[in-house]
């Protein structure tokens, strides 16, 4: 099994650029995962944001974690929990609105950081959404346009953490899911591992290293790209000891937005594979991933199929 993809960001400003790139594309092709270190977020900041997430998992999400669990009987299950995740949550929205100010037991500074994480997060997103044109042939700002709706994108982070499990076995941190929106950064933990993704029919594990950002494609980018980029099944697996921290910030289309494959690439395709993929309102193909988030994607995409004849290309056509 070939190495997981490591990107050095600050190798795309200078002879190794090229390089870079076609790092990056072959990610993107064969992987659906890539991590970047030297990706512009100081080192600073990151180590901020993770004292302040674990502190706040201990002083206001613990005990509650333990309530749960006792509440569900879980501490001694003996067959495998299908329809339940061993982890610990809560999300902030920070695109088109935030939510920041009504989350509730945050710290001032807690609040204040995460909202200085996210402009950055927010920056590094649309950035390698470019990286993503540059190599597809698409013009640059193509993929923040047809992200873009009325109102911009969907911005947010769920904030995680997977406490030590008596029976990771039995139970998963979070059960395989292909994550249905755009570019997801991952800050996660460097010290208790648990992510881990499928390639070749073999689940890999996603290495924690210190101070990167891991990113995946979601299932819009595979969407515009006509199934050249894929989004790929992952999973977080239970461990017994350490508790994992996980900061996934999704940066996703806006509700109606509408989603079709990008009709440059289109144009390079073999007359059989012109268009593979529906054309939908983002917030429609959210509604149907509600429900089926942990199935097989492909009958997402053909349930779109069958509602597309109603949906008009929208304001981002010419883009």
Not at 70 to 91: C, I
Not at 130 to 145: A, F, I, S, T
Not at 247 to 264: H, R
């Amino acid at each position: 099994m070939a190495n997981f993809p490591l990107i050095n960001m600050e190798n795309l400003n200078g002879a190794e650029r090229a390089v870079t790139m076609e790092k990056i594309n072959e990610a993107c092709e064969n992987w659906g995962f890539f991590e970047l270190v030297n990706h512009g977020i100081s080192h600073e900041l990151l180590d901020k944001v993770e004292k302040m997430t674990k502190d706040h998992y201990k002083k206001c999400m613990e005990q509650r974690f333990k309530e749960m669990v006792a509440a569900k009987a879980l501490e001694g299950v003996k067959a495998e929990v299908t329809d339940m995740d061993w982890e610990s949550t809560f999300f902030l929205r920070h695109l088109p609105t935030s939510n920041i100010s009504e989350i509730p037991d945050l710290e001032d500074e807690y609040r204040e950081l995460m909202k200085d994480f996210a402009g950055k997060l927010e920056k590094l997103a649309e950035e390698l959404l470019d990286l993503l044109c540059e190599n597809l042939g698409l013009e640059k700002g193509y993929l923040k346009k047809a992200f873009y709706g009325t109102k911009g994108p969907n911005f947010g982070t769920k904030v995680s953490n997977y406490p030590p499990c008596p029976t990771p076995d039995l139970i998963k941190g979070l059960r395989a899911h292909t994550d249905a929106g755009g570019i997801i950064l991952l800050f996660q933990d460097d010290k208790v591992s648990g992510l881990q993704l499928l390639k070749d029919g073999e689940w890999v594990d996603v290495p924690p290293m210190r101070h990167s950002i891991v990113i995946n494609l979601g299932d819009q980018i595979e969407v515009i790209t006509n199934g050249k980029y894929k989004s790929v099944l992952h999973r977080v697996i239970a461990q017994t000891d350490g508790t994992r921290m996980s900061l996934a910030s999704f940066y996703n289309p806006g509700n109606d937005a509408v989603i079709y494959p990008a009709p440059v690439l289109l144009e390079k395709e073999p007359t059989e594979k012109e268009q593979s993929y529906p054309k939908f309102v983002f917030d429609d193909y959210m509604k149907l991933y509600a429900g089926l988030k942990f199935q097989a994607k492909e009958p997402r995409f053909e349930a779109m199929k069958a509602v597309e004849a109603n949906v008009s290309l929208g304001p981002v056509a010419t883009v």
